[in-house]
Nanobody, 126 residues
Framework: HVQLVESGGGSVQAGGSLRLSCEASGYTLDRIYMGWLRQAPGKQREGVASIVSDGRTKYAESVEGRFTISKDNAKNTLYLQMNSLKPDDTAMYFC?????????????????????WGQGTQVTVS
């Protein structure tokens, strides 16, 4: 049974920081790629950051330099460190995982590449 459970969301003032975590049960992190995606009310889900098995990453332009994605294979946990938060970062943040061969070595922000999803954690920046 595979499961992704996010935590760490909350409300923060602009300029503040949050760290999201995603516990991945039933996955082997060095055999999959993972990502953080977000969806704001009335908007489409968008990729924020992605990481593949060898640690290579990709970021959306809007978060480049402010957000950092990382993972701890031993703890089966994915992280997203978010600094210098802006009101535009307000959204539900989802952890996602995938194992499609094409993307195993290519970090992707494409939501269609992911097959496993967490329930989401809300981030509100005021």
């Amino acid at each position: 049974h595979v499961q992704l459970v996010e935590s760490g969301g909350g409300s923060v003032q602009a300029g503040g920081s949050l760290r999201l975590s995603c516990e991945a049960s039933g996955y082997t992190l060095d055999r999959i790629y993972m990502g953080w995606l977000r969806q704001a009310p009335g908007k489409q889900r968008e990729g924020v950051a992605s990481i593949v098995s060898d640690g290579r990453t990709k970021y959306a332009e809007s978060v480049e330099g402010r957000f950092t994605i990382s993972k701890d294979n031993a703890k089966n946990t994915l992280y997203l460190q978010m600094n210098s938060l802006k009101p535009d970062d307000t959204a539900m943040y989802f952890c996602a995982a995938g194992s499609t061969g094409y993307f195993l070595g290519r970090p992707t922000l494409n939501s269609g590449a992911y097959s496993g999803w967490g329930q989401g954690t809300q981030v509100t920046v005021s």
